[in-house]
């Protein structure tokens, strides 16, 4: 059974001024089969614990510790985080210019297999998952996110999930950008994951409108750097009515 443990995380990010503190202890425990939904206003620090568990070099852990299965996260390298199950779908996916996404993808899962699918099947899988998610074959031909809009750089960014099949997916604001039918045939994306696999998902979004497809079995508050208030998926829709106002302004 995967567990992903965050123990009194503390982050921060240099500035100017100086080290400036984002995270200020979070404690969160995934286990395999749960999705936990992140919430909070604008800096409250969600991508910041996104971003740090992932390895992003801008951000400098200050104290706490993060484990997957008893490995410490922290001290592997990106490429050894992702090899350890650990998935990120960006908030905004960088272009690669060049890079097919077929190659790309191909490339990803060879590494996290630990040996290259076999062509002939891993187009068979490829082909399927693209259908599933509505997405033209010919989308394999382009460059990675280069010219794409941000329904369809969603749309990869779940497509990675389903090919990768990760232990932890830890989704970023993948709502952000979406109209009504891509953000339904995202959700069902990240939903079929869900029910062919033991992913644990933590889910970051400023609203309620995608937890509407995706259930999550934890709501956790961000304020300030700090998880305020846990729940389950009630909190959510206390959120919905109320707002963040009453943890800002605490």
């Known amino acids: 059974m995967t567990k992903l443990v965050i ?3 503390k982050v921060g990010v240099q500035t100017d001024a100086g080290m400036t503190e984002i995270l200020k202890g979070v404690d969160l425990t995934v286990n395999s089969g749960e ?3 992140i919430m909070g206003p604008n800096g409250s620090g969600k991508s910041t614990l996104a971003y740090s568990i992932a390895g992003h070099p801008k951000y400098t852990i200050l104290g706490g510790s993060v484990t997957l299965d008893g490995a410490d996260i922290l001290e592997m390298s990106v490429d050894e985080r992702a090899r350890a199950g650990l998935f990120l779908a960006m908030q905004y996916p960088v272009e690669v210019p060049g890079v097919s996404v077929a190659n790309f993808l191909r490339t990803a899962a060879t590494a996290i297999r630990g040996e290259a699918p076999k062509l002939r099947e891993w187009v068979g899988e490829m082909k399927s998952a693209m259908s599933s998610l509505n997405i033209d074959p010919v989308f394999g031909e382009r460059s990675v996110n280069e010219g794409f809009s941000g329904g369809e750089k ?13 232990k932890v997916a830890i989704l970023d604001e993948t709502d952000s950008g979406l109209d009504i039918d891509a953000l339904r045939i995202v959700s069902e994306g990240v939903n079929r994951v869900r029910q062919s696999s033991d992913v644990g998902v933590l889910l970051i979004t ?3 409108r995608i937890l509407k497809y995706i259930k999550p079995d934890f709501v956790h508050v ?3 750097g700090r998880i305020v208030e846990e729940g389950g998926s009630e909190l959510a829709e206390k959120l919905e009515e109320k707002g963040y106002a009453d943890y800002v302004n605490a």
Do not use: G, M, N, V
């Open 7 to 9: 123990k009194d995380l």
């Open 222 to 224: 961000f304020a300030k």
């Open 154 to 166: 969603k749309r990869h960014e779940i497509l990675q999930l389903e090919l990768l099949r990760p």
């Open 35 to 37: 999705t936990h939904a």
């Open 206 to 208: 400023h609203y309620t």
